[in-house]
């Protein structure tokens, strides 16, 4: 075949695709129209502020400028970024606080889902309690575990005091060794109930006779859980994982409100310090490249997200 | 409590340190209407209460009093730590404003000291200010050096630059233009509660004379009554941090740079020299060697200090006279034994002066709040309506109102507030006010430099928490703040 029979060929294949797909956007057009004001919307208020934020994180913005007279100093923040101790530091105090908080709010989580998936009087009473620190306002609740911890006058510190346990108020959140733990211990409370909620739902979609036909087939509690519930939970676990690992990754009223990113940088997790640049110290560039760099970060967890839940679907489509 | 000798004290003071000079050598020192150098206690008293002043008649004449306009109006506000005889005076301010000029539409926000800038900053960035701001004195060589602000003088509603504190003025002039006014001018004094110096073994009567006694005083009870002795306050981004460290830091002779002097050039820094790092090994030894004072200190702010003090949990704090009518107000919300144990604290409740240094230097931060007007290219809607804008802030600060918004915590920054009758009455109802007054001559202004909030709210309280959490040694903790510093000035990422 020739070079110009050849391009012939691939038009002619080329031409039923391009008016196939042409054909079928017409047919959705409707479709199309329904979602484009929520396509202009995200356009507006996310694709232009990631547009902005990339562009500025390649800027100096000193305090004594307006944004608007910003310098351009190339890749230079991101540099600092890398070679500044405070970001490892930071860095590994978000590691550390999505990693726990994600990990034992699931594990919490899916325990009292299997818990309360037994049918027992006053079930559905405790599951609205467990409910509780998950509708309670962020921001009240840190202010109250603020009080709980206080060094000086916390309630932890004043029953174990009066209990004889300490000669003193043990030290939560004034001490750069036990404030991120402490810190976590709050997150956790607010976030397993979110675990137990994914995880209650999953459970009442594992199918009861594959449970009942392994118990007839000799299968202990746990051998029913481990080979049967479990591996039917495993999509709507890698969802909540997921879920719990971004909004871990993003966090920022518990932190804030409770100590500041403080004592001492201690407890200072990448939301927090890109808002003290950013808000405190009118480091718009530098918070913008660390932005930029959350937002990779994010992405990615993004895509496993979707792929998460593009995997249940295919299997859904497939059953 | 050792009032007599306040005067003397005043007096030997105003005439021998520098201090004095760096708040009366502004060139614009023709003739204030009260002698400065005259200060003390008992000049204050006597000329409370000589002259009257019309404050519509006198804002009448700078936009009158029909006029129509619409106002959009932050101003930093009451927080919870105020006393509500303040929160009282802000609500009197915005009625009569509203009768005084019922045509002019008034949309006013109040804000928290630590929330304003943040917000405030983020505003200007999309054009969304409001028209007017009342800004913490740090704030105001910020914004008017990047040119968000129009330029404002006393002159233009009606007073005189001679009205005001010559250090106040200072704070709102940038490259030798003045962007704002003054609306009050605050300094802070030394409390404690006599009776846990009695039972610790103290002179009840005599607060601590210098920075180490403090230190001395605070070991002494602790270790004798188990409680905290001294207030420290070291959390980051408030506002307390600096308005607590920086007296005991410039007391023993240091200086972020050299703000004491009377004309500051701001070009050497000083947070690393050898009195700095004193100041900052008080602090360590009381926190990490004694544990002395609050664990919570590098959490908390002064608001968490009070309760702690009503309960007689705390010896001494450093606070405005206002702390005495938040006590009272505290007092009236306790219950059962709480309530006589809390009157029992503000019976013995002391005021007296800030401590001085070694070498017999005394220092309180110069502080307050200043009002501005924005440029129309920075407020929502492109346009500011400025007969409105100069109507509040001639309002503001009049003698009368300048008066009574500072009327329990802090000065009026309009020096003829000194005069009206309410002052007087504030002399007679508001305890121990003569002392925080009498600190005024002591007072020094942070750097009036745009790159201040960042000295002041994250810079300093950073260099105290990491000395104070033991993640560096106080010489380190030092020298990386002056590092910073430096960074700073030199437009460092």
């Not at chain 1, 329904?34 to 994180?57: F, G, H, Q, R």
């Not at chain 1, 003290?276 to 560039?285: I, K, T």
């Not at chain 2, 330029?151 to 709102?172: C, I, Q, R």
């Not at chain 2, 509660?193 to 601590?208: H, T, Y």
Request: aromatic fraction near 12%; hydrophobic fraction near 45%.
């Amino acid at each position: 075949m020739t070079i110009v029979s050849g391009k012939a060929e691939a038009r002619r294949r080329l031409q039923p695709a391009t008016s196939d797909v042409l054909r079928k956007m017409w047919e959705h057009r409707a479709d199309y129209a329904y979602v484009l004001p929520a396509i202009a919307v995200m356009l507006i208020v996310i694709a232009y502020p990631i547009y902005y934020t990339i562009e500025l994180s390649f800027f100096n913005t000193p305090p004594g400028l307006q944004l608007r007279d910003k310098i351009f100093v190339g890749f230079n923040n991101y540099t600092a970024i890398l070679t500044s101790g405070v970001f490892w530091q930071v860095t590994f105090n978000t590691l550390i606080w999505t990693a726990a908080s994600t990990f034992i709010s699931f594990v919490l989580g899916f325990a009292a889902a299997l818990a309360l998936h037994r049918d027992f009087i006053g079930r559905g009473i405790l599951r609205a309690i467990l409910i509780i620190p998950w509708v309670i306002s962020a921001v009240a609740a840190s202010y109250i575990w603020k009080w709980i911890y206080h060094s000086d006058f916390g309630i932890i510190g004043a029953v174990l005091v009066e209990l004889g346990w300490a000669t003193r108020p043990p030290n939560f959140i004034d001490s750069v060794s036990t404030v991120l733990p402490s810190l976590i211990v709050v997150n956790i409370w607010r976030e397993f109930p979110f675990a137990m909620i994914m995880m209650t739902a999953g459970l009442q979609t594992v199918p009861e006779q594959l449970l009942r036909a392994a118990k007839v087939d000799g299968a202990n509690a746990w051998q029913r859980f481990w080979h049967v519930t479990f591996p039917h939970l495993r999509n709507v676990s890698t969802v909540t994982i997921l879920l719990l690992a971004v909004a871990n990754f993003n966090s920022f009223i518990i932190p804030w409100i409770m100590t500041g990113g403080g004592p001492s940088n201690a407890s200072h997790i990448w939301i927090t310090h890109i808002y003290e640049l950013a808000f405190g110290r009118q480091r718009w560039g530098v918070a913008s490249a660390y932005s930029v760099l959350l937002f990779i970060i994010l992405m990615t967890l993004g895509y496993f997200y979707v792929r998460a839940l593009s995997g249940n679907e295919r299997k859904d489509g497939s059953a | 409590m050792t009032r007599s000798t306040l005067g003397g004290a005043v007096l030997r003071g105003t005439v021998s340190t520098a201090l004095m000079a760096s708040l009366m050598s502004a060139p614009a020192l023709a003739a204030p209407p009260v002698d400065l150098s005259k200060w003390s206690p008992e000049y204050v008293r006597s000329i409370a209460g000589t002259q009257d002043f019309d404050t519509a008649g006198d804002c009448g004449k700078v936009t009158p009093l029909d006029y129509k306009g619409r106002l959009t109006f932050w101003y930093q506000g009451v927080f919870e730590g105020d006393p509500d005889l303040l929160r009282q005076y802000y609500k009197d301010f915005f009625e009569t404003f509203r009768k005084t000029y019922p045509n002019i539409q008034l949309e006013e926000q109040a804000l928290t000291y630590n929330d304003l800038l943040d917000k405030f900053r983020t505003a200007l960035l999309g054009n969304a200010a409001p028209m007017a701001v009342r800004l913490q004195i740090l704030g105001g060589t910020e914004f008017a050096s990047k040119g968000y602000l129009q330029p404002l003088k006393p002159e233009d509603v009606g007073y005189s630059t001679e009205d005001f504190w010559p250090g106040a003025m200072k704070a709102v002039t940038w490259d030798g233009v003045t962007y704002g006014i003054p609306t009050n001018n605050e300094t802070m004094a030394f409390i404690w509660n006599a009776d846990i110096f009695k039972r610790a073994g103290l002179d009840p009567n005599k607060p601590p004379a210098t920075w180490d006694d403090v230190v001395k005083y605070s070991k002494q009870i602790h270790d004798k009554l188990g409680i905290a002795g001294y207030g420290l306050v070291a959390r980051k981004n408030a506002g307390n941090t600096p308005y607590r460290f920086m007296p005991q830091l410039w007391a023993y002779g240091g200086g972020v740079f050299d703000e004491t002097t009377a004309n500051p050039t701001y070009k050497d820094i000083e947070l690393n020299s050898a009195q700095s790092k004193a100041a900052l090994q008080a602090s360590y030894d009381m926190y990490v060697r004694d544990k002395s004072v609050p664990v919570s200190a590098l959490t908390n702010q002064q608001a968490d200090n009070q309760p702690l003090f009503l309960a007689g949990q705390l010896g001494m704090m450093i606070s405005h006279p206002s702390d005495y009518n938040v006590m009272l107000d505290l007092q009236k919300k306790a219950t059962g034994t709480d309530k006589d144990k809390a009157q029992t604290v503000i019976d013995n409740m002391r005021y007296g002066l800030i401590p001085t240094g070694p070498d017999g230097k005394r220092a309180v931060v110069f502080g307050g709040s200043n009002i501005h007007i924005l440029k129309p290219e920075y407020v929502e809607g492109g346009k500011v309506d400025e007969p409105a804008a100069k109507a509040i802030i001639c309002m503001w600060t009049s003698p009368e109102w300048s008066l009574k918004m500072a009327y329990a915590g802090s000065n009026p920054g309009n020096l003829n507030g000194f005069k009206t009758k309410w002052m007087k009455e504030r002399l007679d109802s508001i305890k121990f006010l003569d002392v925080t007054t009498s600190m005024l001559p002591y007072g020094i202004p942070f750097p009036a430099l745009p790159q201040s909030p960042e000295i002041m709210n994250i810079i300093v309280p950073d260099m105290l928490q990491n000395a104070l959490t033991g993640a560096m040694t106080v010489d380190q903790a030092a020298d990386d703040a002056a590092k910073k510093v430096k960074d700073l000035m030199g437009g460092g990422l």
